[in-house]
Antibody
Framework: EVQLLESGGGVVQPGGSLRLSCVAS????????MSWVRQAPGKGLERVSG????????YYADSVKGRFTISRDNSKNTLSLQMSSLRAEDTAVYYC???????????WGQGTLVTVSS | EIVLTQSPGTLCLSPGERATLSCRAS???????LGWYQHKPGQAPRLLIY???SRATGIPDRFSGSGSGTDFTLTISRLEPEDFAVYYC?????????FGGGTKVEIK
């Protein structure tokens, strides 16, 4: 059974930093592109970042470029998102997702809430 | 960037009725890399349809997808109580991958 378990969400002040993690199981993690997708309150879904299986390719939405860094450790089946210079508009539920270009988003974690507020 | 426009924004229907949801792309979607997702409050989104018309594992056959190019449709043949949710289309053929704004299917 495929499982994606996120952690690291919480409340942070504007300008602060937070690191999200996602531990994957039930599939060959190193073979698959992984993504982070967020949903802000009352809004739709937005893919904010992605990384290929061998970490050779990464993607960042314009809204987070230069502030967020995606990485993975295939030896630990772990995906990470380092978020810095956080803004109120980064407040959202962040989902760890298997999928990317030419691969549907077929498995999702339960989500972790990030709240940026003073 | 491919912009996906979903219509209607809200669909008010009764259990047992047929639901037809539309997703229109601003340019042709590469090789029909178009997916549909169901999202309920407090839950993770769930993949229903990929490749425009293929059902994901475990998805009931009352859900069907069709279309190509710029026009795609998700049909729910007979709504069950558990089908009332928000539905998103997504193109995953070319970066940046994009989602539509969603259609909420609510109980009439």
């Amino acid at each position: 059974e495929v499982q994606l378990l996120e952690s690291g969400g919480g409340v942070v002040q504007p300008g602060g930093s937070l690191r999200l993690s996602c531990v994957a199981s039930g599939f060959t993690f190193s073979s698959d592109t992984m993504s982070w997708v967020r949903q802000a309150p009352g809004k739709g879904l937005e893919r904010v970042s992605g990384i290929t299986g061998n970490s050779g390719g990464t993607y960042y939405a314009d809204s987070v470029k230069g502030r967020f860094t995606i990485s993975r450790d295939n030896s630990k089946n772990t995906l990470s998102l380092q978020m810095s210079s956080l803004r109120a508009e980064d407040t959202a539920v962040y989902y760890c997702v298997r999928g990317g270009v030419r691969a549907p988003f077929d498995y999702w974690g339960q989500g972790t809430l990030v709240t940026v507020s003073s | 960037e491919i912009v996906l426009t979903q219509s209607p924004g809200t669909l008010c229907l009764s259990p047992g009725e047929r639901a037809t949801l539309s997703c229109r792309a601003s340019q042709s979607v590469t090789s029909s890399y178009l997916g549909w997702y169901q999202h309920k409050p407090g839950q993770a989104p769930r993949l229903l349809i990929y490749g425009a018309s293929s059902r994901a594992t475990g998805i009931p056959d009352r859900f069907s997808g069709s279309g190509s190019g710029t026009d795609f449709t998700l049909t729910i043949s007979r709504l069950e109580p558990e089908d009332f949710a928000v539905y998103y289309c997504q193109q995953y053929g070319s970066s940046p991958l994009t989602f539509g704004g969603g259609t909420k299917v609510e109980i009439k």
